[in-house]
Nanobody, 124 residues
Framework: QVQLVESGGGSVQAGGSLRLSCKAS????????MAWFREAPGKEREGVAS????????SYADSAKGRFTISQDKVSNTLYLQIDSLKPEDTVMYYC?????????????????WGQGTQVTVSP
């Protein structure tokens, strides 16, 4: 099973930006789909964005359109999530995931591999 390690989270002020990274232990070319999810305490894990078709296609949750950008670097086997215009409600844990049988899926149960998460905290 692939190992995924997220980084890039931290504490920022509202309006700022962050780029989250997810380093995979094997080539991201082998994954049918990869995605970012977010989870607030006491709430279900929700999909943010997915990348598939060898990085040529992307899908976003409606709530993520406009401020979130998913991308990947196939050379370094790294998945990224750029978050702009951060809001206090973006204060959650972010997880990357890989190996889903459905391209572009934002359904958490379909993903086999998960990272440990990276915390984002946005102050007003």
């Amino acid at each position: 099973q692939v190992q995924l390690v997220e980084s890039g989270g931290g504490s920022v002020q509202a309006g700022g930006s962050l780029r989250l990274s997810c380093k995979a232990s094997e080539s991201t070319r082998s994954f049918y789909s990869m995605a970012w999810f977010r989870e607030a305490p006491g709430k279900e894990r929700e999909g943010v964005a997915s990348i598939f078709d060898h990085g040529d296609s992307r899908s976003y949750a409606d709530s993520a359109k406009g401020r979130f950008t998913i991308s990947q670097d196939k050379v370094s086997n790294t998945l990224y999530l750029q978050i702009d215009s951060l809001k206090p409600e973006d204060t959650v844990m972010y997880y990357c995931a890989a190996e889903a049988p459905v391209a572009g899926s934002l359904v958490a149960d379909l993903y086999e591999s998960w990272g440990q998460g990276t915390q984002v905290t946005v102050s007003p």
